[in-house]
């Protein structure tokens, strides 16, 4: 047919392709596209084309960096006024993290690019594999999308609104501050009805490099001679996980130690240990110490999002003063 659709799949790894060794599933180049070609229901007549790229090493998603991200999303620039849309298979384990931190490389995206992947092998018995790719490959050729979204489930999330909250359940994602944008039932319901607009601007894709950021998640009685260590370290960013609306002990050497780093420049996030909900550093005494020692409200973030965020910001050369301004700035859909 002449007007199918064409979608193009990186291929990075993951369990969705994995076969079973004797020391469990392991990546093996050729064996999912072998697998797939095995699948007539992938060349079904309302299917797109679609073409796979594996990548060489591919990888258990444990193993991603920003290094990883870059050249993705320089592999996806490069063939994007080819393809319809794209679709990454990916583990798992961090398909949160390279969801937001691709949402913040890519600007105007006017093409859906979907991450996915699976509990178990795409060739394995009971494989969650084959539901993920085809309703992947199905909805990039025929909903428009502008943004990175994952798919899992039988659900389409906004990809920097993610965190994967069960590590051996098929609903493996969530996203607790905002709302499915597609449920793939008997029909492909519209659920949020608020996917990114599109855009005539052309695509920009931003660098992305390391950066030294850290998390500290906060439990009664820690002692603050760690964090004191971990600031004295060469630090960008730094993450703290706090309780419920964004409060921490109200101790005098915690905040005086923030107040310092701060000071110095080190850019500290407060996030929630709380799922759900959003950060107010005005909510409580406790809170409004963290905002007065200068620490950023992380809102309603997820910490894999604050955490690409940063990477991003940090890669472009702004100064202290934009960075701080940009992590409460609704950038991508990432934030209230
Ligand atoms: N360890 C795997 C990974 O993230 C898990 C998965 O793919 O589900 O690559």
């Given amino acids: ?23 469990g599933f392991i990546p093996v180049a050729g064996y999912l596209s072998q697998t797939i070609a095995n699948m007539p229901e992938f060349y079904h007549e309302d299917m797109p084309e679609f073409e796979i790229h594996e990548y060489n090493p591919l990888i258990d998603s444990a193993n991603v960096s920003p290094q990883v991200w870059q050249t993705l999303a320089l592999d996806i620039q490069k063939r994007y006024h080819d393809f319809d849309g794209f679709i990454i298979l990916h583990g798992t384990d961090t398909m949160s993290y390279t969801a937001s931190a691709l949402s913040f490389v890519f600007e105007n995206l ?19 594999a084959r539901v993920n790719l085809l309703n992947s490959l199905y909805i990039a ?20 609104r993610t965190t994967k909250q069960y590590a051996d359940g098929f609903d493996a994602f969530v996203s607790p501050n905002y709302p499915v944008l597609l449920e793939a039932g008997i029909e492909i319901k519209n659920i949020a009805g608020q996917t990114q607009k599109s855009v005539n601007t052309r695509l920009r894709v931003s660098e ?24 004295k370290s060469p630090l960008q960013a730094l993450v703290l996980l706090t309780y419920g609306v964004g409060n921490a002990q109200q101790d005098e050497q915690l905040l005086a130690t923030l107040k310092e780093a701060s000071e110095r420049g080190i850019l500290i996030v ?21 905002s007065e020692a200068g ?14 965020k940063l ?6 050369g702004l100064s202290n003063k934009v960075i701080r301004e940009l992590l409460v700035t609704d950038l991508r859909g990432e934030v209230r």
């Fill in 141 to 160: 050729a025929h909903h428009p999308i502008n943004e990175v979204c994952i798919f899992f489930n039988n659900q389409l999330f906004r990809g920097n």
């Fill in 110 to 128: 006017s093409k859906p690019v979907i991450v996915t992947g699976s509990q178990i092998p795409l060739s394995q018995l009971r494989s969650d």
């Fill in 270 to 290: 407060n996030c929630s240990q709380c799922l759900k909900g959003s950060v107010n550093m005005e909510g409580y005494a406790t809170g409004h110490a963290l």
């Fill in 295 to 308: 620490v950023i409200s992380g809102l309603d973030m997820t910490t894999e999002t604050v955490i690409a």
């Fill in 208 to 231: 992305l490099e390391a950066q030294s950021i850290a998390i500290l998640h906060l439990f009664p009685g820690l002692d603050w001679q760690v964090l004191d260590n971990l600031l």
């Fill in 1 to 23: 047919m002449a007007d199918k659709k064409r979608i193009y799949i990186a291929y990075t790894g993951g369990t969705i392709g994995m076969k079973p060794s004797k020391d």
């Fill in 311 to 316: 990477y991003y910001l940090l890669s472009q």
